[in-house]
């Protein structure tokens, strides 16, 4: 007699499974049931078939029933769903779906693989029309009618995982306006927040709008389609949603068979993927499986290890007694120009398995080049890994655009070799500058664990920059790189000059050295520790994992994008192309003031890069040079920025009313004092102009800014002098002081009262009637860098700028006021 194998499941694991099955055995008699209509599709393929990526829908079907039976003799019965299992009698009972008849089957072995599907929780209106979730064939079948009958222009995706993620990319692709919304404060739940920080800003700049730490109430239907309630009461209007909620292990029907479920229904297995019935074993997505590295139950969908497990669990059906060491996560997911890949555990989860930085693990942060920096095309590889105080590699985090994949194979290899820093350092990989550098981005992750492990070096991560608020922030990188924007309150003292500098620095202090990406960091902090600095810690990653850390996803358009984008629309200008795309960091910067150099003020540059940072950074030198950001887009991996040589308010001033810059009637008032008295006649005089016709523009600047300052607290991140000034300064119009007889507030209370008597409207009043009629309010960022005040602690409305905004404005008026 032959051996029997019924198979349960008939794609990833179960298709694996009949496929080694026959290889082993030509003899057994195998049958695979699969309840839907199609096997061994390209579940993994399906967002890209929606974004028409893949065009042939035959192309997801890699095997039919008849080619499956054709290569491997497999007895394949889709539309067959197996309802129940008799341990005893070792049979199983099966719903055949289209006749509805039902009929039992014995087995010798049972394999199930059933998988997992989306959940779709209770949520009121979730049955509406136009709300799909992605698993099956059946559903791209759904979704991609839907599409192609109503062209949606607008989609929401609900849920911010693997799925979710490549749904919103591939939708946004077809042209689709695209809200994703995610409960959590971050997208991709396995990464750490600052590398996921990098997503969020690839998905922005790609126009998909992101709500995080939001999920959905409720779904309501209107007139022309849906809406989406979030929780926090914003209304979502939309076509069509995409619930990518996460997955559950399909094992209802195995309720009562005996077969041991964990408390999420996976299916509990032995460490040879056998069930507690005999003869009855399980693979997949639903099963229980061992983390890999803690050795903790877990269960890890994912299409890899459902495939080995296939293979594994026949190997042991016929006698290898081959362990499943367990499972470990390793996934990848492309996110438009961007890859991003994780293995292991991340920094969360050793947090929260009471594992502490510095003790039980260091966290690794670099951002090397994809390859050699020389060679066209480098761009920066975002690396964080996590190693043990033992050495071992526990997991790692990768995001760029190139190598990404190879690099997370690296080290997830190194995981399952249960090795670490000595494996990473030495590693022969293959390298020539288009591909990679003479140290790999694998090496220089062992490099750099060790430095650490071994104390050559102190670093922080950018998370924990607020409790070290005593420190003195040192930033050495060149002057032009610190001009692009550098950390509240920091010195900048260039590398190259920094050992000259030494003898004017205080050794007993503690200071956290920064640079670009960490590595011109290292070397500061080791100049200065032989030097006998006794503390002196390298911030990891640099001012690019700073930057992504306080990334804003949501960032409102300030006035002066609002104006650049007016100048844009009514300059005409000549506009020269310069492409520094092959430059990294701060070559492109450095390309910029050069070429700028060489063209006439207003005409426009428009320079092409793919160096990330680039976008973030130039904005910042152009406000301080007094130039003017046009805008930036972006294409495949490249920006491309618009640079107009001179100051935005000036020019648009000239634009917009020509005659006006002959008599030059506007007026520009520095606010410098914050004084109540001084403010209201300040706002007087502002409102008084702008009622005759006059373009008024304040500049607050030190005390003043507390006049723009909300009135209630804003919880925001500050250094330590920052907290200090934040304290003791008042907090808006209502808390300011008369300059004379204040007599403890008694004297600003009175005037008040006067004011309310001769129906003058009060301060505050006063600056939301200026907002509202015109009056520009700028908030100088460099006094607010002094003085710790943050953006989100300054009413709404007010625009922020350096001196080249104020200078710009005042350049066109007939009146500077300085108070
Ligand atoms: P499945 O492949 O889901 O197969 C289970 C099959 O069992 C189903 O066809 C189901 O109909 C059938 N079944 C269930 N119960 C019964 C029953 N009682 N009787 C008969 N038949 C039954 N993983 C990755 O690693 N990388 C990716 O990029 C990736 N992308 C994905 C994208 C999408 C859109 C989806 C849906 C999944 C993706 N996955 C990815 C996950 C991956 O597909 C799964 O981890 C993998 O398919 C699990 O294999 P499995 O055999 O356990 O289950």
Redesign the pocket.
């Known amino acids: 007699k032959y051996m029997k194998v019924l198979i349960?499941?008939?794609?990833?694991?179960?298709?694996?499974a009949a496929a080694r099955l026959r290889r082993l055995d030509e003899k057994a008699e195998i049958i695979l049931?699969?309840?839907?209509k199609?096997?061994s599709?390209a579940?993994?393929?399906?967002?890209y078939y929606i974004g028409d990526v893949i065009t042939e829908r035959g192309n997801l079907l890699l095997q039919t029933p008849e080619s499956f039976n054709a290569r491997f003799n497999v007895d394949v019965r889709v539309e067959?769903?197996?309802?129940s299992i008799d341990h005893k009698e070792k049979k199983v009972k099966?719903l055949d779906r289209k006749s509805k008849a039902e009929y039992f089957e014995t087995f010798d072995k049972l394999i199930?693989?059933?998988?997992?599907?989306?959940l779709r929780p209770p949520i009121k209106g979730i049955d509406s029309d136009g709300i799909f979730t992605?698993?099956?064939v059946d559903?791209?079948d759904r979704i991609k009618s839907y599409v192609n009958a109503k062209k949606p222009k607008k989609a929401v995706v609900i849920g911010g995982g693997?799925?979710g993620l490549?749904?919103a990319e591939n939708l946004a692709d077809l042209g689709v306006e695209v809200d994703l919304v995610e409960m959590l404060d971050q997208v991709l739940a396995p990464f750490d927040f600052e590398m996921a920080q990098i997503i969020h800003q690839e998905f922005v700049d790609n126009g998909v709008k992101l709500h995080l730490k939001n999920g959905v109430s409720e779904f309501v239907k209107s007139s022309d389609g849906l809406e989406v309630v979030l929780q926090d009461g914003s209304r979502i209007k939309t076509e069509m949603v995409m619930m990518s909620l996460g997955?559950k292990p399909?094992?209802?029907?195995?309720k009562s068979s005996g077969i041991e479920l964990n408390q999420r229904g996976g299916i509990v297995v032995d460490d040879y993927l056998e069930t507690n019935l005999k003869d009855i074993y399980a693979?997949?997505?639903?099963?229980e499986v061992k983390n890999f590295i803690t050795g903790d139950k877990t269960m890890?969908?994912?299409?890899?290890?459902?495939?080995r497990?296939?293979r594994l669990v026949v190997d042991n059906i016929y006698g290898a007694k081959t362990k499943y060491d367990g499972s470990y996560g390793t996934?990848?997911?492309k996110a438009f120009s961007l890859t991003a890949a994780s293995t292991g555990l991340n920094e969360k989860q050793l947090k929260q398995s009471g594992k502490v930085l510095g003790k039980d693990y260091y966290s690794v942060v670099i951002h090397p080049n994809t390859h050699a920096s020389y060679y066209p095309g480098a761009m920066p590889l975002h690396i964080k890994a996590l190693v043990s105080s033992d050495k071992m590699l526990l997991g790692a985090q990768v995001v760029g655009s190139e190598g990404v994949d190879k690099q997370i194979d690296v080290l997830a290899t190194v995981i399952k070799a249960r090795a670490g820093v000595d494996l990473l350092k030495s590693l022969e990989l293959a390298y020539a500058p288009p591909y990679s550098s003479g140290k790999s981005p694998s090496n220089m992750v062992g490099f750099v664990a060790e430095n650490i492990i071994e104390g050559k070096v102190k670093v922080i991560t950018a998370d924990m920059l607020d409790s070290f608020s005593d420190a003195v922030l040192l930033d050495i990188r060149t002057p032009e790189e610190n001009s692009m924007g550098s950390l509240p309150d920091s010195v900048n003292i260039d590398l190259d000059v920094l050992r000259g500098k030494l003898s004017t620095l205080d050794k007993s202090q503690t200071y956290i050295v920064y640079c670009a990406v960490g590595l011109r960091g290292y070397v500061a902090a080791r100049i200065m520790m032989q030097e006998g600095f006794s503390s002196v810690y390298n911030l990891a990653g640099g001012y690019s994992s700073y930057s992504y850390y306080n990334y804003e996803v949501n960032k409102k358009p300030t006035q002066t994008m609002k104006m650049a984008r007016e100048l844009e629309q009514i300059a005409s200008s000549e506009t020269t192309v310069v492409d520094a795309t092959g430059l990294a960091c701060p070559g492109p910067i450095m390309r910029v003031k050069q070429s700028l150099e060489t063209i006439n003020h207003g005409n426009v540059l428009e320079i092409h890069v793919n160096d990330p940072g680039f976008k973030n950074d130039i904005g910042t030198w152009c406000e301080r040079t007094g130039n003017t950001l046009l805008g930036i887009t972006k294409e495949g991996k490249k920006f491309i920025a618009r640079i107009r040589k001179g100051s935005l308010e000036c020019d648009l001033n000239k634009l917009k009313s020509p005659h006006v810059i002959d008599s030059g009637n506007d007026k520009t008032i520095v606010c410098f004092s914050g004084d109540l008295d001084k403010a209201i006649a300040a706002l007087i005089i502002a409102n008084g102009a702008v009622s005759m016709g006059r373009k008024v523009t304040i500049f607050f600047t030190f005390w003043g800014l507390n006049v723009i300052r909300k009135s209630e607290k804003v919880k925001v991140k500050k250094s330590f002098i920052g907290k200090m000034f934040g304290m003791m300064m008042p907090r808006g119009p209502k808390k300011l002081a008369l300059s004379k007889m204040n007599m403890g507030g008694m004297g600003a209370t009175m005037i008040k009262g006067l004011m309310k008597k001769h129906n003058v409207p009060l301060l505050e009043d006063m600056i939301q009637m200026g907002l509202k009629s015109g009056i520009r309010m700028i908030a100088c960022n460099m006094s607010m860098d002094l003085m710790g005040i943050k953006e989100d602690e300054l009413i709404d409305g007010v625009d922020f700028g350096g001196v080249a905004s104020y200078l710009g404005a005042a350049e066109t008026a007939d009146t500077n006021l300085f108070i």
Do not use: H, R
């Open positions: 349960v499941g008939g794609v990833a694991g179960g298709a694996s049931f699969e309840k839907g199609y096997i599709f579940n993994c393929g399906l967002p067959n769903e197996v309802v099966i199930l693989s059933p998988g997992s599907t989306p992605l698993w099956t559903d791209v693997f799925i490549e749904m997955v399909q094992t209802e029907f195995l693979v997949g997505d639903a099963i890890i969908p994912l299409a890899g290890p459902a495939n497990q296939g996934a990848i997911v």
